[in-house]
């Protein structure tokens, strides 16, 4: 089955950007989805990339997608204290499961 | 439109009781699917239901876990006996009936402990 790993801790000082990566096994996914999780809090959708795109940009977030090493990336330009949380980089499993979701990476955004 | 509902969002059990968490999906969603959160984890998948069938459990363990997503009310996660393993939070997501998965909508989860 899938297999989905990140990196678990990232600190960032406000204003710079962070880049959030990950890497999946199962190259037959379509979508690649990065969630978002506040503390105390459900999961949020943050953005996804379909398989047949390279990178994708909405507002501060881009997100850049390596299919040839299995690698998706999640950048988050100018970013701000509201911006900590743990992100997750989830990807549909074959066959008929759903997502399967990495450990996340809690972004510590410094002032 | 209200989102997805869990209650109660803090459960507390004492080891060997029954922990019942509650699922209402979004307005119009038929389809619900239940994750579990161990801490320092991310998501595992458990179980994926429609109204009245259960389509993929394969995340389920054997014993003592049970869901349900019955013809009218909410969709519910059961277990029986609980152990402090068992102490994790809960999510479940809905999503419309044409499934697209960037269309799973998370509850605020339902935080279990076993005392």
């Known amino acids: 089955g899938e297999d989905v790993e990140q990196s678990l801790f990232l600190s960032v000082r406000e204003g710079d950007s962070s880049v959030i990566n990950c890497t999946y096994t199962?190259?037959?996914?379509?979508?690649l989805y990065w969630y978002k999780q506040e503390p105390g809090a459900g999961l949020q959708l943050l953005t996804y990339?379909?398989?047949?795109?390279d990178m994708k940009q909405d507002q501060r977030l881009t997100v850049l997608l390596n299919k040839k090493d299995k690698h998706l990336s999640l950048r988050i330009a100018d970013t701000q204290t509201g911006d900590s949380a743990i992100y997750f980089c989830?990807?549909?499993?074959?066959?008929?499961?759903?997502?399967?979701f990495g450990k996340g990476t809690r972004l510590s955004v410094i002032a | 439109n209200a989102g997805v509902m869990q209650n109660p969002r803090h459960l507390v059990r004492r080891r060997g009781q029954e922990a019942r968490l509650r699922c209402s999906p979004m307005?119009?969603?038929?389809?619900v699917y239940w994750y579990r959160q161990l801490p320092e984890e991310g998501l595992k998948f458990m179980v994926y239901?429609?109204?009245?069938?259960?389509?993929?459990e394969s995340g389920m363990p054997k014993e003592r876990f049970s869901a349900e997503f019955p013809k009218e009310g909410p969709s519910i996660l059961r277990i029986q006996q609980v152990v402090r393993g068992d102490s994790a939070a809960y999510f479940c997501?809905?999503?419309?009936?044409?499934?697209?998965?960037?269309?799973?909508?998370f509850g605020p989860g339902t935080r279990l402990t076993v005392t």
């Open positions: 997501a809905s999503s419309p009936p044409l499934q697209r998965w960037d269309e799973q909508y």
């Open positions: 307005k119009g969603h038929s389809h």
């Open positions: 239901l429609q109204k009245e069938n259960i389509i993929d």
């Open positions: 990339i379909f398989s047949n795109m």
């Open positions: 199962d190259s037959s996914s379509t979508y």
């Open positions: 989830a990807v549909p499993n074959s066959g008929n499961t759903p997502l399967v």
